[in-house]
């Protein structure tokens, strides 16, 4: 038969449709009785409503927030997708919630939401077959009417959702496979995913990293207000902030904390900072009994997702000393190559337990670093081989920046131990300098350490090698290195004499007090010193000794004593053939004398150190000689000569990282170029030294220095 035929009654007859004619078409060959047609209803698909409700408390975090809108408002032909990750209890959903509440009205057409659990150690993580068959149900479709497989699942979906305005938020992601699938394909949808991973597959699909950090300090006390109240924090304020500051930002441990406060409210913020004092038990504090807000459980999800050398160097990490480690430091930790290590670290980044913030410097959380620590025992052979390992490499590199910022010291008086693994090489003063800069609280924190684990040769070797460096940067903390170092010195004289030792030690003691301006301190230490340098028969020990006790002299006001004790240095410098110092003490007898108002000699004096410093080669030295003898030459009212002292003194100066005495050759400079006239070079050199002496907390220098530039015309 013909097509467009039908046969009826023993007769072939055509079947034409003419005209227009869309919909269903049925070809019926023949009818006894009425037609009745009933065209299927159209399915009333639901609305999805899925989100959990918007955080109760929350920090507006201003930024990140605008960061998501924007990604929405960008109007890329592709599915506006957004990936918040930070680290566990950083506020991930929180701002999640808080940003997606916010823009209801731009979804009309449903949110949908799902937890894929993928840091809980206590569920499995819901694989994207699950998420799925959630949306597929919200969106009206029923478990019979599923389809089995993930890849027609996902089909569906997307056809369900093809050119509405959804929001999908998929929250505690881990796999960007599943990730992937819950993608819509139309670009009026947005996805919203957290992590604490980086997700990287998924900035090919052209997502846009939001990467939260920790909150500022105003920030987490703004939160911690809004949860308990601005009175109760009001009513003990030191309290407060000690408790603040424990919780290092972190929202999730201002939210343990609040939550005390609110269910304990018998107990004093006091109370409760007194408990959370002890690091070792601050982890257990930060605890209110619930899986979710246990710090310790929460971080533990990120830490049981790690492969095993990943977890390990996590451990080592926390047994290191310090929170601020640099890629050598963790080469030489691990035992592993640059390339190895740089591999392990990029994945503690990755899982945000780790935070590279600055290249090749990395750091820790302060209670990811608790945790971490708590991993691992303190007696752990291995652990312990590791870190010190560490320690001595700390220990010979600062050793080896301390001869390159002064070659003419006597050698230390502890042998250094430990190997040099090679991985730094100080070529210059400038190299050390640099080094000391980055390592300069990574050596303090070291200094610790190494007294608490029975190394006091090394935290005497610390302080002696962060002399120069404290000297030269008008640090104040050779103070608190120095003392570490007195108590590390009695622990070695338990099992050997240490009188040289310790005749260093009180001899820096004493200088430190007498920059503190505590003069009777500085005398008792310095006593000390010269009684046990003359004991021990050190040459060295007492001509520096000599020149302290000069220096307390002349704090004292009593400058014939303090030019006695220079005479005798200068003695016992030439009896030791010590050039190097018998030239410094030509410069402080200079000064001395100048201070005096005997100008010539003060210059005849200076002149002698200067030429001996040249033949030496010791330019640090030339520098302060120049420096000394503008001095002079300013006093005399011989300015000209000055102003040319004092530029080649700067000139030498940041040879050696010396920016303690620059700020003071720049105040000096200015003086004289002002009283030549030259006023506007003047002011340059005085904010020159102003910056520098308040980068280095010198107020008194720092405020005259601003007088000064105030009355400049």
Request: hydrophobic share 45%.
């Amino acid at each position: 038969m013909a097509e467009g035929e039908f046969q009826g009654r023993g007769e072939v007859r055509v079947n034409d449709i003419s005209g227009s004619h869309t919909g269903p078409v049925i070809q019926i060959g023949s009818v006894t009785g009425a037609l009745h047609l009933h065209p299927t209803p159209a399915v009333d698909r639901p609305t999805p409503r899925q989100l959990p409700a918007p955080p109760g408390c929350f920090v507006n975090r201003r930024a990140e927030l605008a960061e998501l809108t924007a990604v929405v408002d960008g109007g890329a032909p592709a599915v506006p997708l957004s990936v918040v990750t930070g680290s566990g209890g950083i506020g991930k959903t929180s701002l999640a919630l808080r940003w997606a509440h916010q823009h209801l009205d731009r979804f009309p057409d449903g949110q949908l939401y799902v937890d894929m659990r993928g840091f809980a150690s206590f569920e499995q993580p819901v694989p994207a077959t699950r998420a799925l068959r959630g949306f597929l149900g919200a969106l009206g479709v029923g478990e019979d009417n599923q389809p089995a497989d993930v890849e027609a699942q996902a089909a569906t979906y997307r056809s369900l959702v093809a050119g509405k305005r959804v929001l999908v938020v998929v929250d505690n992601a881990k796999d960007c496979a599943d990730v992937l699938r819950l993608l819509p394909g139309s670009a009026s949808c947005a996805v919203l995913v957290t992590s604490r991973l980086p997700l990287g597959e998924l900035i090919s699909k052209g997502a846009r990293i939001v990467d939260l950090d920790v909150l500022t300090g105003a920030q987490a006390r703004q939160l911690l207000t809004e949860h308990v109240g601005a009175e109760r924090l009001a009513a003990e304020p030191d309290a407060a902030a000690e408790l603040l500051g424990y919780c290092a930002g972190l929202p999730l441990a201002v939210g343990i904390v609040a939550a005390r406060v609110v269910t304990q409210p018998g107990q004093s913020l006091a109370g409760l900072a007194e408990e959370l004092r002890e690091e070792s038990e601050r982890l257990d504090g930060l605890d209110v009994g619930d899986t979710g807000m246990s710090l310790r459980a929460v971080l533990s999800w990120s830490y049981q997702s790690l492969a095993p050398q990943v977890a390990a160097l996590f451990r080592l990490l926390g047994a290191a000393p310090g929170n601020d480690i640099g890629l050598d430091s963790v080469v030489v930790l691990t035992g592993h190559s640059r390339a190895k290590t740089r591999s392990l670290l990029r994945a503690l980044e990755a899982a945000h337990l780790v935070r590279q913030h600055a290249p090749g410097r990395y750091r820790m959380h302060d209670l990811v670093r608790l945790y971490a620590g708590g991993l691992t025992s303190t007696d752990d052979p291995e652990t312990t081989t590791a870190v010190h390992r560490l320690v001595h490499f700390l220990v010979h590199t600062a050793h080896d920046g301390a001869r390159k910022l002064a070659p003419y010291r006597p050698p230390v008086e502890i042998p250094v131990g430990g190997a040099d693994p090679g991985l730094v090489v100080l070529a210059t003063a400038r190299d050390a300098i640099t080094w000391f800069a980055v390592e300069h609280q990574g050596l303090l924190d070291t200094q610790q350490y190494a007294l608490r684990r029975g190394l006091p040769e090394a935290a005497w070797q610390i302080a002696w090698s962060l002399v120069g460096f404290h000297h030269r940067q008008g640090r104040p903390d050779g103070q608190a290195s120095w003392r570490a170092a007195l108590a590390a010195a009695e622990l070695i004289g338990r099992h050997r004499d240490v009188d040289a030792v310790l005749a260093v030690t009180h001899r820096h003691l004493g200088y430190v007090e007498l920059a503190r301006g505590d003069h009777a301190t500085a005398v008792v230490h310095l006593a000390q010193a010269a009684e046990l340098a003359e004991r021990v028969g050190s040459l060295p020990s007492q001509v520096a000794t000599l020149r302290a006790m000069a220096g307390a002299h002349d704090q004292a006001g009593d400058r014939a004593a303090a030019i006695s004790s220079l005479r005798r240095a200068r003695e016992l410098c030439q009896t030791a053939g010590l050039r190097v110092w018998e030239a410094e003490v030509l410069g402080q007898l200079g000064l001395y004398h100048a201070d005096a108002g005997e100008y010539d000699a003060a210059a005849r004096y200076l002149e002698y150190g200067l030429a001996l410093h040249r033949e030496i080669g010791n330019t640090e030295g030339v520098a302060y000689a120049l420096s000394d003898l503008g001095s002079v030459a300013a006093r005399q009212g011989r300015h000209e000569d000055a102003v040319e002292h004092y530029r080649r003194c700067l000139e030498l100066l940041p040879e050696f990282g010396n920016v303690f005495h620059e700020a003071v050759v720049l105040d000096k400079l200015a003086e004289s170029l002002h009283t030549l006239g030259s006023i506007t070079e003047a002011a340059a050199c005085w904010r020159r030294a102003l910056d520098l002496a308040t980068g280095q907390n010198r107020p008194e220098l720092a405020e005259r220095i601003s007088r000064r530039l105030q009355a400049c015309p």
